[in-house]
């Protein structure tokens, strides 16, 4: 079992940055995948970026790719999303979400644990 636990939401002006934690309540995280999800309101939640297992590989979307940054720290067992150049659009609540495999997948269904969520809010 993994306990996921966000941290770092909240307010910001479009334009500025915000960043995001996820740390994971196991004895290693680098035997997971990690990803970060956002789901706004009236919207299906959709994948922003993920990290492999070793932090080796990442993907983005395409919304977010060049202002955002997935990264992870096994050492400590969290993995972070740096965002910056925020715009109103990315208003959301981003939840942090694991696998055990070595894919890196971009669906929601794919992944078997998930955090709490954490609300950004970005004023335009």
């Known amino acids: 079992q993994v306990q996921l636990v966000e941290s770092g939401g909240g307010f910001a002006q479009a334009g500025g940055s915000l960043r995001l934690s996820c740390a994971a309540s196991?004895?290693?995280?680098?035997?997971?995948?990690m990803a970060w999800f956002r789901q706004a309101p009236g919207k299906e939640r959709e994948f922003v970026a993920v990290i492999s297992r070793d932090g080796g590989y990442m993907l983005h979307a395409d919304s977010v790719k060049g202002r955002f940054t997935i990264s992870r720290d096994s050492a400590q067992n969290t993995v972070s999303l740096q965002m910056n150049t925020l715009k109103f659009e990315d208003t959301a609540v981003y939840y942090c979400?694991?696998?055990?495999?070595?894919?890196?997948?971009?669906?929601?269904?794919?992944?078997?644990?998930w955090g709490q969520g954490t609300q950004v809010t970005v004023s335009s």
């Open positions: 979400a694991a696998r055990r495999t070595i894919v890196l997948s971009t669906k929601p269904a794919d992944y078997a644990y």
């Open positions: 196991v004895r290693s995280s680098s035997t997971y995948t």
